[in-house]
């Protein structure tokens, strides 16, 4: 026994060397996976390089909004990060809406309660702005001088529900937060903007979409520019790979455990469900905000957990495919080919106001304006006729130029910043 004790000591230092490794790569991967927002796989972290010159952006607590019931799951209270304009830009606001996924049940959502996405407790102090929201000009020429904000999300209902569940003591005051949120940034200089820009990806995507009118209402009778972007925020009503709507019966359990309903746009929910009305599909044409659309056509977390979840997979068949592209036979092409048309479809009406802006490309990709490798104008980037996503979104928000880019069918767009 002491023999081998003896044996194994020598390699400690090698042992503690390696966890030292292992716990620096979680880290990283948990500072990529918040800028993602809503995916749940991170393989990549090609914005490791410019992170660092991007600088960090420290949190403020919402303290104040405790007292209008605007608290995060656990009852903590809400937060932002801002990075205050200069310049041309210290007019202009970008109020960007984090995401990060949703949760249905009492376990699930218990669960987040203990990470970043139910409770401030657990949020990062300081967090890296990149992409649409950097501050270089090089990475963003458009925005990089703009008051920058990034509301954090606590509430997994896409800042729309608002309710208060006994049984499990969960706060779900998204809708609280939202406006909470804003009244608070107009009241420290917003609401003097002459352009504003609300944004997010994923569960924030949603998000943005939600609120867009609402947003541009807190401005009303004002000489405001108010648009709305949404990253991979499109989210279908559609055939999962076994018939069913995984992502419907989803949707419906959290709109019914929020109490989402009375705070989705009313013209949706005149004439449809509330759990229809979760469903860009059904909000997109009566929004008359200008709203740009940025997606992947083949959006790797809707296939991932809502094409083909374990539920709807249970032999297996999507395991590889759904993971990595090049894995895919002809057939599982042919359903994602589908996937992509009624996603076009779902654009048609919503593509022919002029004010509207679209750029859905073929590629397999979840979130797209905050990673630089994606967001930048640089060769190599993802482009839709040789123009990239920041020159896309800038020319439609500036009115510099219309842009309703929607690429070819994969696999024909070899600009891709695939990540499956
Ligand atoms: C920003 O604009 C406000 C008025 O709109 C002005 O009071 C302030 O000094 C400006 N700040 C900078 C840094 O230019
Ligand atoms: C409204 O804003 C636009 C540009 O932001 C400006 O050109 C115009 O003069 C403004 N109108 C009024 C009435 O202030
Ligand atoms: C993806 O699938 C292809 C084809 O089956 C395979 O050659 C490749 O090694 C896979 N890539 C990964 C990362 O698993």
């Known amino acids: 026994m002491k023999a081998r004790i003896r044996a194994v000591r020598p390699w400690l230092p090698l042992a503690l ?83 990060g ?11 987040r309660t203990r990470t ?19 501050a270089s000009p090089a990475s963003n020429p458009d925005f990089y ?72 209402a807190f401005f009303a009778g004002k000489n405001t520019t108010v648009k709305c972007l949404a990253d991979a925020g499109l989210f279908l009503d559609a055939l999962d790979v076994s018939g069913g709507r995984s992502l419907r019966s989803y949707y419906g359990e959290i709109v019914a455990m929020q109490e989402v309903a009375r705070n989705l746009p009313p013209s949706c929910t005149g004439h449809l469900d509330a759990t229809s009305c979760f469903f860009p599909q059904n909000v997109i044409d009566s929004i008359k905000t200008p709203i740009f659309l940025l997606n992947a056509a083949y959006d790797a977390w809707q296939i991932e957990e809502s094409l083909a979840p374990n539920r709807a997979d249970p032999s297996g068949a999507w395991r590889a495919c759904k993971y990595n592209r090049s894995a895919c036979d002809a057939s599982q092409i042919k359903f994602l080919q589908s996937f992509r048309d009624q996603m076009v479809a779902s654009v048609k009406a919503f593509s022919g106001s002029r ?40 020319d439609w928000y500036f009115g510099r130029a219309e842009v309703k880019a929607i690429d070819c069918p994969y696999p024909c767009d070899n600009t891709c910043r695939h990540i499956i």
Not at 27 to 32: E, G, R, S, T, W
Not at 197 to 208: H, K, N, P, R, V
């Open 116 to 134: 970043r996405h139910g409770s401030s407790d657990y949020m990062e102090r300081h967090i890296t702005f990149s992409g649409i929201m950097s």
């Open 101 to 111: 996924g949703w949760c249905n049940n009492a376990r699930t959502c218990k669960f």
């Open 145 to 216: 001088s703009w008051n920058r904000v990034k509301i954090r999300y606590c509430d997994s209902a896409s800042f729309a529900g608002d309710n208060f569940d006994k049984g499990t003591g969960l706060y779900f005051r998204g809708q609280r937060i939202w406006d909470a949120a804003i009244q608070h940034l107009l009241s420290i200089g917003m609401a003097s903007a002459d352009q504003v820009l609300l944004t997010g990806c994923s569960a924030g995507g949603l998000a943005a979409i939600l609120h867009c009118d609402q947003f541009s």
């Open 355 to 394: 004010s509207n802006g679209l750029f859905i490309n073929s590629c397999f990709a979840h979130c797209q304006s905050e990673l630089p490798a994606t967001w930048n104008d640089a060769p190599g980037s993802p482009a839709v006729q040789n123009k990239g996503i920041a020159k896309s979104v800038g």
């Open 17 to 99: 060397l390696l966890l030292v490794l292992v716990l620096s790569c979680v880290a990283q991967a948990a500072v990529n996976e918040q800028a993602n927002g809503g995916g749940r796989r991170r393989r990549r972290s090609p914005r490791r390089s410019t992170a660092a010159a991007d600088g960090m952006v420290p949190i403020t607590l919402l303290k104040s909004a405790a007292e209008k019931g605007a608290v995060c799951m656990d009852g903590t209270p809400p937060a932002y990060h801002l990075d205050p304009g200069s310049g041309a830009g210290n007019n202009s606001w970008i109020v960007n809406l984090e995401g």
